[in-house]
């Protein structure tokens, strides 16, 4: 089973305060013995790189998924040598990012969104993530209806999968 992880999951794995810490302390056991496969996007490579701590070193020890481009060259948060598909899949995963936007809430972030595309491209089981914009009983519901990949709390993942 492949699970990716959006940022703030490395951030609670490492901090035992945190509401999901117990639940992403589960994840990283069923990881480490093998029941799923934890991979990492660019994306949130790319925002847990602006404060370099535990939870970015945490990060940087899972395989990274694909990264597809979406955004403009600005947004780009990997090299030319690191970029997966052509100009029309880009031309393709900015539509997608687009509609992905418009089916989570307002603030969704473009890191977010593209970490659920790498995600969906990867052909990842599920995308787990606390940030409100994708997760919440609306979006959710509404994203994995258009694009077959569920977004799941840590918690949901914990207490749906069998670790």
Not at 28 to 48: C, N, P, Q, W, Y
Not at 78 to 89: F, N, R, V, Y
Not at 120 to 134: E, M, N, R
Request: charge should be neutral; include cysteine; proline fraction near 4%.
């Amino acid at each position: 089973m492949k699970v990716i992880l959006d940022m703030n999951c490395f951030m609670y794995a490492v901090d035992p305060r945190a509401e999901a810490h117990a639940d992403m302390r589960r994840l990283l056991l069923a990881a480490k013995s093998g029941k799923i496969k934890i991979m990492v996007s660019r994306h949130t490579l790319d925002e847990l790189s602006k404060k370099p701590d535990e939870a970015c070193e945490l990060a940087k020890t899972f395989e990274t998924v694909p990264y597809w481009s979406i955004g403009t060259i600005r947004e780009q948060v990997a090299t030319i040598e690191q970029l997966t598909g052509t100009w029309e899949d880009a031309r393709r995963n900015e539509d997608m990012r687009l509609e992905l936007a418009q089916l989570a809430k307002r603030n969704a972030s473009i890191r977010d969104l593209g970490a659920y595309l790498d995600a969906h491209h990867a052909g990842a089981d599920f995308f787990v993530t606390s940030d409100k914009d994708l997760v919440g009983s609306g979006p959710a519901g509404k994203i994995q209806a258009r694009f077959k990949l569920r977004v799941l709390t840590p918690r949901q993942f914990v207490s749906e999968t069998p670790l």
